[in-house]
């Protein structure tokens, strides 16, 4: 049984991977890291390094005189003035040149391409189920020993796969850049933050995956509602086209709506997670990490049974 | 008749008020090409296509080698192959990829049984060329190959013929053939052309308006058919007169100085004598063949288009 799951999975990976269009699309991502990267080194080289010490010691002055000047100026703001205080002495102290790129850098600013591989991801689950309808071929696919449910979990999951093949390439390929361009040897450079008082080091590594995996649950949120609309409709570049458009307006409209109580049960409004992060804010003040799941989940429900009707219970006459 | 290879039973298909098929029940013998022949928009189409799932069934049963479609979908469709209107490929796809794509489907079919399947068709020459450079023809030829990789006991066709040439329907008659002769294969074919049915099925099943006017043999009906006499005479009106009286005068028409009566070639010389002790002058006799054509126009009532 999940032999024969495995076989339709590997047909559609044949279908994805033998087309130009997504080798196509996995030279933009490649190209898109490389010039991330190539920017972020002709950045850092018009910065003069050599006198980054006093700078940082300048910088420290200002800010314990403003702290002293201005002490009514906000809780807020003065704890981030301290905050970045004790950064700039431990910088000093062990020697660490903040202006200078890392190869962790260049990793952490790559989570920024994550929408890239969100939008590639989406074209090809869009067309998924709809071109096999615009190429006729849907009807040879579904007259066979497998059941239209398990030819369409076989189309999701090797969508999902397309997804993490992008998302492995996409960090691997800004580790490769990180690298050469900043050297390998910043590969144990711990993150920095202040908490308590205290300067904290932790790992690199797991900052950069959990940036990566706030934006895996937006990536499956759109690559699902892509899906949903593929079966749909019948013609590619129509569920396409609809699935692009609803995911670069859906966050326009989540801000324009946020005003009315009702905005925070639409999918858009609960889809970025790192909101509700130290550094975020929600959208509206009474929404929660907890509800943001559980609306989250509750559309994940509806699009992949709504797609799942679509796709098993429609006549193929046409 | 032996073992039935398709049982339809009650199959009933309703869109809205209307009954696209209705009540047919029927089966297929195994071993046979047996057409589905009606005029467009009889319900062939749906027929066939609720036969392999692509559309639900209102009413009824459609068994496959004693496994019902409805409830052991999977199990029913190990025993199918088919090949539904022209058989669209992936065209980024070579032809060969396309039946790794189909194989892959079914259990144990191995490459030996791939390239048996390709050289059968005649295709080995260009099987790892992109579909999308094949001829409708060689794309035809592939889809049966598709259809019978997996050892069907039955081959389904919709339409095969739609937009194939001349030549190209002769091949896929051909193969059609070959096939059943070779692989033992029972096939259902659907077509509206009467000429090409004739050509190819040993019985066919007419559909009118979605319900089942008749299943006839074409050898039987290829024997059996009945004959026209056409009789030149100087007094036609007597001649019908006379002939009418001793023949119970089935479907006698007079045009001109012709006289047309149905009746068995073997009436001729009786009919002459007849006419000769009358004396009425006879210019010429001969027989003439009903069409399959003509019988079918007739059973659907004129409504077939060839």
Known sequence: MSSRLSKLIRNENMKIYRRSRTWIMIGILLLAVGLLSGIMKWDESRIDHSNWEQQLEQQNLHMKQELTDNPDSGEEYSSYLTKQIKMNDYYLEHDINPQQLSLWSYVSQSSNLIMLVTILTVVIAADMIAAE??????????????????????????????????LLLCFAASFAAGGILAG????NQPLLTVSNGMVHESSMIIDTLQTYGFSVVSLIMYVTMAFMISSAFRSSSMAIAFSLLFMLLGNTLSALLSQYSWSKYLLFSNIDLTRYLDSGTPLRPEMTMTFSILILVAYYVVFQFIAWLLFTKRDVAA | MSEAVLQLRNLTKTIGMRKIVD?????????EIFGFLGPNGAGKTTTIRMIVGLISMSKGEAIIKGVSVRSHFELAMTHVGAIVENPEMYKFLTGYQNLIHYA???????????????????????????????????????????????RPSLLILDEPTNGLDPAGIREL??????????????VIVSSHLLSEMELMCDRVAIIQAG?????????EARSQAQTKIVIEVGDPAAAEQL????????????????????????????????????????????????SLEDQFLEITGGEMIV
């Open chain 1, 133 to 166: 309808f615009s190429w006729g071929t849907i009807k040879l696919l579904l007259v066979g020993p497998a059941s239209r449910s398990k030819i369409m979990i076989s189309k999701y999951i090797a969508t999902l796969g397309f997804a993490v093949m992008l």
């Open chain 1, 184 to 187: 390998f040897d910043g590969l």
């Open chain 2, 23 to 31: 009540n047919l029940t029927f089966d297929v013998p195994a071993g």
């Open chain 2, 104 to 150: 892959r489907r079914h259990n144990g079919i191995t490459k030996e049984r791939i390239k048996e399947v390709v050289s059968l068709l005649g295709l080995q020459n260009r099987i790892h060329e992109k579909v999308k450079r094949y001829s409708l023809g060689m794309r035809q030829r592939l889809g049966v190959a598709q259809a019978i990789l997996h």
């Open chain 2, 173 to 186: 008659r051909d193969y059609l053939r070959k096939l059943t002769k070779e692989e033992g294969i029972s």
């Open chain 2, 211 to 219: 319900k089942l006017v008749d299943i006839r043999s074409l050898q």
């Open chain 2, 243 to 290: 002939l009418s009286a001793a023949m119970d005068g089935s479907g006698m028409t007079v045009s001109g100085n012709q006289l047309e009566l149905t009746a068995d070639k073997s009436a001729i010389p009786h009919i002459t004598k007849l006419l000769v002790a009358s004396e009425i002058e006879v210019f010429g006799i001969h027989a003439v063949q009903k």
